[in-house]
């Protein structure tokens, strides 16, 4: 049984395409797992919904941008922030901008309805009897800190006790990673769209799982990032600076700063 894991697919159809080439190469995939972040900040959300919806043998959560974007909530800075740093308020604009944007895009059609429903886990039992969790940022949760690079032992120890699974796949912060606590394994396959330096193509992974146990692979899509940088100039997309960031490797990780 193989399982392609996609995660942060952002909206952008030229690295999902990318993806989906590779997937095509490698022989037998059963099952699409995809960890959320489907539409927001990016040039093609319905594009990227689509292709998402005709996968076979699909199954989705929800991310934080996800949510968002059917119920209006959006990530920081809050106007709360802005009160106690008024610098922040540029960055409020093109957050709020970026958001109405996509809700535009996808308000025609079945997008708004069907993003609401998607579940915030999905559970699979492998062949070997591990049992999988998926969820976007953590056990229990789309948004937050999530589990990044960096997380401690401890702190990962906290976050997925009680989880009740041998193996939790997760997206959220644009890395390629694994930890084992405790007896769980925690699985990031990295972000299709929007990536950190120094590796800009698109990541995702393939789950191999047999009665004997299962692999991991971490793979890597090359696609052209600067027809994402022409496509959301284009189209005067309100987060073209950021998005652009992204694709020239000039948004650094928070836990790579120091």
Request: hydrophobic share 40%; with cysteine.
């Amino acid at each position: 049984m193989k399982i392609a894991l996609l995660s942060d697919i952002h909206g952008n159809s030229i690295a999902l395409d990318a993806v989906l080439q590779d997937i095509a190469k490698q022989s037998g995939v059963d099952q699409y797992l995809i960890l959320g972040d489907l539409a927001a900040i990016g040039f093609d959300p319905v594009g990227v919904l689509e292709r998402i919806r005709a996968l076979p043998n699909l199954l989705i959560v929800r991310g934080n941008t996800d949510r968002y974007l059917v119920t209006g909530e959006l990530p920081a800075p809050t106007l709360t922030d802005i009160q106690s740093n008024p610098a922040l308020v540029t960055k409020f604009a093109e957050v709020n901008k970026s958001f109405a944007w996509t809700q535009g895009a996808i308000s025609s059609g079945i997008w708004f309805d069907w993003l609401a429903t998607l579940p915030l886990e999905q559970r699979l039992t492998l062949p070997n009897g591990s049992r999988l969790l998926a969820v976007h940022a953590s056990p229990g949760t789309d948004d937050g800190r999530g589990i990044r690079p960096d997380t401690r032992e401890q702190e990962l120890q906290s976050i997925v006790n009680n989880c009740d699974a041998d193996i939790v796949c997760i997206g959220h912060n644009h890395a390629a990673f694994e930890h084992r606590v405790g007896g769980v394994h925690v699985v990031n396959p990295g972000s299709v769209s929007n990536p950190f330096p120094p590796d800009l193509s698109a990541g995702y992974a393939i789950l191999n799982a047999t009665e004997s146990g299962y692999q991991v692979e971490y793979r890597r899509a090359d696609y052209d990032n600067e027809a994402v940088v022409r496509q959301v100039q284009r189209l005067r997309h309100p987060a073209a600076p950021y998005i652009t960031r992204f694709m020239r490797g000039e948004n650094i990780a928070p836990w790579s700063k120091k």
